[in-house]
């Protein structure tokens, strides 16, 4: 029989789910970084949409009791 550590599984998709949202920012990485005028604002919005879906990501993650819960919530295509 095969058990399945959910702690560790959490953990690990804590990790995808980072990874997947520092893929997200890169676009707007360097316009924030050289806070070039008319774009900077834009670029932070964009980031702001990605950080609250995160954020959401990550609230589900930690409330999941099993794998499956976690992979349901996990960014598609990772």
Same mark, same amino acid.
């Given at each position: 029989?095969?058990?399945?550590?959910?702690?560790?599984?959490?953990?690990? &998709?804590?990790? +995808?789910? =980072? @990874?997947?949202? !520092?893929?997200?920012?890169?676009?707007? #990485?360097?316009?924030?970084?050289?806070?070039?005028?008319?774009?900077?604002?834009?670029?932070?919005? &964009?980031?702001? +949409?990605? =950080? @609250?879906?995160? !954020?959401?990501?990550?609230?589900?993650? #930690?409330?999941?009791?099993?794998?499956?819960?976690?992979?349901?919530?996990?960014?598609?295509?990772?």
């Amino acid at each position: 029989m095969i058990t399945i550590n959910v702690t560790k599984a959490k953990t690990i &998709a804590h990790d +995808v789910r =980072r @990874a997947a949202r !520092a893929e997200e920012f890169k676009p707007y #990485d360097d316009v924030i970084a050289k806070q070039i005028p008319g774009q900077a604002e834009s670029a932070e919005a &964009a980031r702001a +949409v990605i =950080r @609250a879906k995160y !954020a959401t990501m990550q609230t589900a993650i #930690d409330a999941a009791s099993t794998v499956d819960e976690i992979k349901a919530v996990m960014p598609q295509g990772v």
